[in-house]
């Protein structure tokens, strides 16, 4: 079928050009493509061709797990369906207050929210630090993933987990599911300790990820189909650790 595809690019990573190479690897046959600046570090692609695909929801989510893809701008036929209208069923924003400016702003630099995060971080009290750092994540997550295409179908923490988490944090930190029901990240700039430095009890003052807890949570609350869940962080590399590793079990009622 005859598609028109729009998307953003890393381009700290290179991906325009493997980007276009795992299109035509994959089967879509175009003649060019347009690139311009999206924001700073990033790249709008934009091109038309044809996909021998059976939906647009299939090809999104083949094009979405693409190293360097950051977001899926517009994917139509032209002249007929485009991706909106068959996510129409999806929620596009979760219930609750007006819009948060931070949460706008975190959203918007998404992948690249370490900076802003610190920055959040340091504008509240440290008693209130870890509440709304958590809280803060919890609402940029839902919102990066609102229109993933497996949002809809997952019915598992484990499929969620490899299906939308892990490839959506690919860009942020190293991470990968274990166990089916914890994620372990490896590397993540969101700990402020070398990874060849000593913690020393009573002297380092721990300093937990919390927006990653939250933001793991954020992602796995939008979707539909999974029970109520509670992420902790059971261990963090600036309490010691030799790794991050967030624990997802069933939220229990009180």
Known sequence: MRISLALVCDER?????????????????????????????????????????????????????????????????????????????????????????????VVRAYPKVVSLVQEFEESVRPDEREHATTRLGVEVGWRVVARHPRLLQVESVPAALEDIVVPQLRSLVECNVDGGQHLKVTRTAFTQRAVNVMYLPFVNEPHRCY??????????????????????????????????????TPHKRD
């Open 13 to 105: 990573r290179r991906a325009v050009g493997d980007v276009v190479a795992a299109l035509r690897h994959g089967g879509l046959h175009f003649e060019g493509y347009e690139t311009d600046e999206w924001e700073p570090g990033c790249t709008r692609l934009i091109l038309k061709g044809e996909a021998d695909v059976p939906s647009l929801k299939q090809l999104s989510g083949d094009v979405l797990a693409l190293e360097g893809v950051t977001e899926i701008l517009d994917l139509r036929v032209p002249g007929g369906a485009s991706l909106r209208t068959e996510e129409a069923t999806l929620q596009e924003e979760p219930p609750g207050e007006d819009e948060d400016p931070w949460v706008t702003r």
């Open 211 to 248: 927006f990653l807890t939250g933001l793991i949570m954020g992602m796995l609350k939008s979707a539909p189909r999974l029970p109520r869940i509670r992420v902790e962080e059971t261990k963090c590399r600036d309490a010691g650790d030799s790794v991050c590793y967030f624990r997802i």
